[in-house]
């Protein structure tokens, strides 16, 4: 049997207002139920009350065809009352599910920097060359080919040559120090701590000049 839209009674978005209307249709039923349960408290026979009398005749006492009808009519509403809240919890769990996916997009697109902050970045002094795997500068997320524009307390503008970065290094053995890097564009920032390791130096790079 082909298959088409019409078979699929799945709704794509859910919106709180739909929930509500739910609800709104939920407490309706409610509203029936308790009103048919009263009648049938007036009767004084309840939903499983006899109707008929100690002989079994059909008693006399009561409005048989009133309480038969307010039976009927509640056995039918139970069962929307039922499916109306298997609906409510369908679409609870749609919304939520899509709540959650958008806060997951916004937060996926706050954390992306505009393109448009390309033109305010300053230019790299320097640029990465070599990562050793497992080095501090790996682990902190360094890559080849990032280019350098702060790195601890030095930056494009008191940056002279690579021994204010050395000096650095020496003097933060143990230290986080912040390092700044734009890559594909963006800036990029990380912390890096010089740390003895199993290779040469305490960060496990490799970075050269650039020129300006």
Excluded at 116 to 136: K, M, N, Y
Excluded at 149 to 162: H, P
Aim: with cysteine; net charge negative.
């Amino acid at each position: 049997m082909k298959m088409t839209e019409e078979n699929s009674p799945e709704i794509p978005n859910v919106t709180i207002d739909d929930v509500n209307a739910l609800i709104k249709k939920k407490d309706e039923i409610e509203e029936q139920i308790k009103a048919y349960f009263d009648v049938l408290e007036d009767q004084g026979v309840g939903i499983e009350g006899p109707l008929v009398d100690a002989e079994g005749y059909p008693r006399a006492d009561v409005n048989l065809y009133q309480i038969r009808t307010a039976r009927h009519n509640i056995s039918c509403l139970q069962n929307d009352h039922k499916a109306i809240m298997a609906e409510i919890e369908e679409a609870l769990h749609k919304l939520h599910a899509s709540e959650k996916a958008k806060r997951e997009q916004d937060q996926a697109e706050s954390s992306e920097e505009p393109m448009e902050q390309e033109v305010t970045l300053p230019p790299p002094f320097a640029r990465v060359d070599t990562v050793t795997e497992g080095s501090p500068a790996s682990v902190a997320g360094l890559r080849v080919g990032d280019e350098v524009i702060e790195f601890g307390s030095v930056n494009t503008k008191n940056f002279q040559n690579l021994q204010n970065i050395a000096s650095v290094v020496q003097h933060s053995e143990g230290k986080a120090l912040r390092v700044a890097v734009i890559r594909s564009g963006q800036k990029v920032q990380m912390n890096l701590t010089p740390q003895r390791w199993s290779g040469r130096g305490l960060l496990g790079c490799n970075i050269i000049p650039v020129q300006r």
